[in-house]
T-cell receptor, first 113, second 114 residues
Framework: EAEVAQSPRYKITEKSQAVAFWCDPI?????LYWYRQILGQGPELLVQ????????DSQLPKDRFSAERLKGVDSTLKIQPAELGDSAMYLC???????????FGSGTRLTVV | GNSVTQMEGPVTLSEEAFLTINCTYT??????LFWYVQYPGEGLQLLLK?????DKGSNKGFEATYRKETTSFHLEKGSVQVSDSAVYFC?????????????FGPGTSLSVIP
C-alpha cells in the first residue's frame, strides 16, 4: 500500500536553531499539505501545494517558517529560528487533484528545548 | 467560518459497550465529512467518510451518517474493543473546491478497558 513518507520521525532542537522536515507524497498525488498538530488538539493546515504552487499558506508564520515543493514532488518545511512554542507534531498529507486518496504520513515529532 | 465541534473527552468504556462520539459542523457550502483515527505516536488514518447528505460511511464496525438538517456526523460502533483505544477526529473538507484543506475538530480520546 502506498504511503506518504516523512523524515525524521523525531527531532529535538534548541531554540533559535534551524530545523527542516521532509515529505515524499504518494506518487502521482498533485496536492500536498503540511499540518501542525499541537498536543491535545486537532491538526491545523500550515501550507497547501497544488503541484509546485502554493494555494494556501494563510496560517503559515512566514517570519520563521518556509516551505517549498520545487519539482512538484517532495517537499521541505523549514523553521528558522525555532521557538519553544513550535514543539508539535508536523504532519504531511497528499491527495489527488480531486481529493481522492487523501493520506497522511506518520509525522515528525518536534521538541524545542 | 467553517468549523467542526466534537464532544469532549476523554471517553472511557468497557469492552463491548456501545460507542457514540458526537460531531457537528458549520460550513457555508456542501462539505464532505470524515472521521479520522490516530493511534498513539502515529499519524492520522481515514476511518470513514461521506460526501453528501444522507450518505452513511462505514468501516471496521464504525459508522456515521451525514445529517444535513442537523449538521451532524456522529460516530457510532455497536461493540468496542480494547484495540479501538485512540483519538478520533471529525473533519470536513471540500467546502469551496474538491481539494480544499481538511478542517479538523479537536479530537475525542477513547479508552476501552477490558
Amino acid at each position: 500500500e502506498a504511503e506518504v513518507a516523512q523524515s525524521p520521525r523525531y527531532k529535538i532542537t534548541e531554540k533559535s536553531q534551524a530545523v527542516a522536515f521532509w515529505c515524499d507524497p504518494i506518487s502521482g498525488h498533485a496536492t500536498l499539505y503540511w499540518y501542525r498538530q499541537i498536543l491535545g488538539q486537532g491538526p491545523e493546515l500550515l501550507v497547501q501545494f497544488q503541484d509546485e504552487s502554493v494555494v494556501d499558506d494563510s496560517q503559515l508564520p512566514k517570519d520563521r517558517f518556509s516551505a517549498e515543493r520545487l519539482k512538484g514532488v517532495d517537499s521541505t518545511l523549514k523553521i528558522q529560528p525555532a521557538e519553544l512554542g513550535d514543539s508539535a507534531m508536523y504532519l504531511c498529507a497528499s491527495s489527488t487533484r480531486d481529493h481522492y486518496g487523501y493520506t497522511f504520513g506518520s509525522g515528525t515529532r518536534l521538541t524545542v528545548v | 467560518g467553517n468549523s467542526v465541534t466534537q464532544m469532549e473527552g476523554p471517553v472511557t468504556l468497557s469492552e463491548e459497550a456501545f460507542l457514540t462520539i458526537n460531531c457537528t459542523y458549520t460550513a457555508t457550502g456542501y462539505p464532505s465529512l470524515f472521521w479520522y483515527v490516530q493511534y498513539p505516536g502515529e499519524g492520522l488514518q481515514l476511518l470513514l467518510k461521506a460526501t453528501k447528505a444522507d450518505d452513511k460511511g462505514s468501516n471496521k464496525g464504525f459508522e456515521a451518517t451525514y445529517r444535513k438538517e442537523t449538521t451532524s456526523f456522529h460516530l457510532e460502533k455497536g461493540s468496542v474493543q480494547v484495540s479501538d483505544s485512540a483519538v478520533y477526529f471529525c473533519a470536513l473538507s471540500g467546502v469551496k473546491t474538491s481539494y480544499d484543506k481538511v478542517i479538523f475538530g479537536p479530537g475525542t480520546s477513547l479508552s476501552v478497558i477490558p
